[in-house]
């Protein structure tokens, strides 16, 4: 079984679906990081659109302490951890959406396991012994 990394849309990222909306080596702000998540989860990661704009939100509203101000790659780092961590949290609440709730919830330990500096075949090990 092969593990795909996931994609992001980052600081200095060009995603699926388009460009993130700054000019070329301007760092974003956080509506533009925040929107440009929300498509990105839609269109790339098949999230429901419903989803995706309510992690948007909640996302810009939680770290509204950064809405003035371009963002350090750290931000942008943070800002894509917690609209990602909001999408988990709420899809593990959705009853209706079994199949999407189970990808969450292994897309959700991949991460984790190469965050701790696991390789692809590792991780892949892992999730068969898990059965996810």
């Known amino acids: 079984m092969r593990v795909r990394p996931r994609r992001y849309a980052s600081c200095e990222h060009t995603f699926e679906g388009g460009a993130m909306p ?3 080596g301007e760092r974003p702000i956080l509506s533009s ?3 440009a998540l929300v498509t990105e989860a839609h269109a790339g990661h ?3 659109e419903s989803l995706a704009e309510e992690a948007g939100r909640v996302t810009l509203s939680a ?3 950064l809405v003035d ?3 350090s790659e750290r931000d ?3 800002v894509r951890a917690y609209f990602w961590s909001v999408v988990r949290r709420r899809a593990l609440r959705m009853r209706s959406a079994s199949q999407f709730t189970s990808r ?3 897309q959700s330990i991949v991460e984790d396991l190469r965050r701790a500096g696991l390789e692809d075949d590792r991780i892949a090990r892992e999730l068969e012994r ?3």
Do not use: D, F, M, Y
């Open 104 to 106: 969450i919830v292994r």
């Open 63 to 65: 770290l509204s302490r």
């Open 76 to 78: 942008c780092a943070r």
């Open 46 to 48: 098949e999230v429901p």
């Open 22 to 24: 700054v000019g070329q």
């Open 33 to 35: 990081l925040c929107a």
């Open 130 to 132: 898990c059965a996810v």
């Open 69 to 71: 101000a371009p963002l």
